[in-house]
């Protein structure tokens, strides 16, 4: 892109089979799979980014494990796997051991993003989380979250999310 064109990206947020269908998935995140795919091939290859929730053997001794008992998203594992109608090519997939992605953030903020669009799972934990870092890391970067092809823990959850980022100056569309 040249220097003076917005530079636009959209982050799919752990969108994995873990958390759609597998062991931490709900109702809500298998109905907003049409959506999502939907968004995903409405940017070209260059704009997709995407985080990849990524945890061990050792995932139950570790804090989150302790908190959230259910080994999920194990490296390699098919849980861990981005759901295969929406691997369809990302520019660059964050692996990420926490909610959110100080490496995704920090790249936002060097590569001078004008625009993030973040949709995913789950709204009130790892959405969030990226929505918030990504907002400290690059105060100007406008951040929309597009609550159609988000789903939250429950939807109560979810809803507390975006009241929260609305909060916190990020644009929410399709409520």
Same mark, same amino acid.
């Given at each position: 892109?040249? &220097?003076?064109?917005?530079?636009?990206?959209?982050?799919?947020?752990?969108?994995?089979?873990?958390?759609?269908?597998?062991?931490?998935?709900?109702?809500?995140?298998? +109905?907003?799979? %049409?959506? @999502?795919?939907?968004?995903?091939?409405?940017?070209?290859?260059?704009?997709?980014?995407?985080?990849?929730?990524?945890?061990?053997?050792?995932?139950?001794?570790?804090?989150?494990?302790?908190?959230?008992?259910?080994?999920?998203?194990?490296?390699?594992?098919?849980?861990?796997?981005?759901? %295969?109608?929406? +691997?369809?090519?990302?520019?660059?997939?964050?692996?990420?051991?926490?909610?959110?992605?100080?490496?995704? +953030?920090?790249?936002?903020?060097?590569?001078?993003? &004008?625009?993030? #669009?973040?949709?995913?799972?789950?709204? *009130?934990?790892?959405?969030?989380?990226?929505?918030?870092?990504?907002?400290?890391?690059?105060?100007?970067?406008?951040?929309?979250? *597009?609550?159609?092809?988000?789903?939250? @823990?429950? %939807?109560?959850?979810?809803?507390? +999310?975006? #009241?929260?980022?609305?909060?916190?100056?990020?644009?929410?569309?399709?409520?």
């Amino acid at each position: 892109m040249e &220097d003076n064109q917005m530079k636009k990206i959209l982050v799919v947020v752990d969108f994995q089979n873990d958390f759609i269908d597998g062991t931490l998935g709900t109702r809500e995140a298998v +109905a907003i799979i %049409p959506a @999502v795919i939907e968004k995903i091939k409405s940017y070209p290859e260059h704009g997709r980014f995407a985080t990849q929730d990524t945890h061990f053997a050792d995932y139950l001794s570790t804090q989150e494990g302790k908190k959230l008992p259910v080994l999920h998203c194990q490296k390699d594992s098919n849980g861990w796997q981005i759901r %295969p109608e929406a +691997a369809i090519g990302y520019h660059k997939i964050f692996e990420k051991y926490t909610f959110g992605s100080i490496e995704l +953030a920090q790249y936002i903020k060097d590569e001078k993003i &004008d625009q993030v #669009e973040m949709i995913g799972i789950c709204t *009130d934990i790892c959405v969030v989380s990226n929505a918030l870092l990504i907002k400290a890391f690059a105060p100007e970067v406008e951040i929309t979250v *597009d609550a159609a092809c988000c789903a939250g @823990v429950s %939807p109560e959850k979810h809803l507390a +999310a975006l #009241e929260t980022m609305k909060s916190c100056q990020i644009n929410i569309i399709n409520e």
